[in-house]
């Protein structure tokens, strides 16, 4: 069999290890020294110098007046659930967002149900994988969830389950523990934002959040819990200064 390697530090390659002890390297496709947005990744042979096959993941300059360039990573998939990226559970069992997800386990007040989020919630994002990402020199995450989490606006005849809030404040505890920050992302507005998208959270043929009033009044709302979240955030020292 095959497995990945993964450095020590930011600075070594992603190496690919064969049964038969050959390597390849994960790296650009062409020229290394022009890699920028849209520039095609593989596995490439693996270059003399180790820093070439990883320079697409660190920052490739430094800022002039002092600053320090940040490098950001997505955790899709953690408090918002998407078939794709979670097919075990969802696209392969046909499920196709979080609401078919939790109305599959008996419904929000259903114990099963509850069960079933927490455990994502809590086995998703642990402090080895924050741990992982300092490695490759990673300063930011970038959070997606929906607007079900707060708690000013959780309404369970939405078909969600509650509860998530607890573990995005122990995720930025751990981040501040590592000196690392976040970008909160109210990625799911009530009503849906969009046309057949899971990342609303329940697909819909309508994006019933612009379209009525009932629901478009309730996203300001959730804009307004979400900041009275960061402000409790901020007030706390464990989770101060790490959500930007």
């Excluded at 070439?52 to 950001?72: E, H, I, V, Y």
Aim: hydrophobic share 40%; aromatic share 10%.
């Amino acid at each position: 069999g095959t497995e990945f390697k993964l450095p020590a530090t930011g600075h070594g390659s992603i190496r690919l290890v064969g049964a038969e002890g050959g390597e390849a390297c994960l790296g650009p496709l062409g020229d290394a020294d022009a890699v920028g947005e849209g520039t095609a990744m593989a596995m490439v042979p693996c270059a003399g110098d180790a820093e070439m096959s990883q320079a697409f993941l660190l920052p490739r300059a430094r800022a002039t007046d002092g600053n320090q360039p940040f490098l950001g990573v997505n955790l899709g998939g953690w408090l918002i659930l998407e078939a794709w990226m979670w097919p075990s559970e969802m696209m392969f069992k046909h499920i196709e967002d979080e609401h078919t997800f939790v109305a599959k386990h008996g419904g929000p007040g259903n114990e099963q149900a509850q069960k079933a989020m927490r455990e994502h919630w809590d086995t998703f994002l642990q402090p080895q994988h924050l741990d992982s990402l300092r490695r490759f020199g990673f300063t930011h995450v970038r959070i997606p969830f929906g607007y079900w989490l707060l708690d000013g606006v959780y309404n369970e005849a939405d078909g969600f389950v509650a509860g998530g809030e607890p573990f995005l404040a122990r995720a930025l505890g751990w981040l501040k523990a590592r000196g690392m920050r976040a970008v909160l992302d109210l990625h799911a507005m009530p009503g849906g934002q969009a046309v057949n998208q899971s990342f609303t959270g329940r697909i819909s043929s309508a994006e019933n959040f612009f379209l009525k009033v009932s629901e478009f009044a309730r996203g300001k709302r959730a804009v307004k819990e979400l900041v009275k979240l960061v402000q409790k955030y901020e007030e706390d020292e464990t989770t101060s200064g790490v959500v930007v």
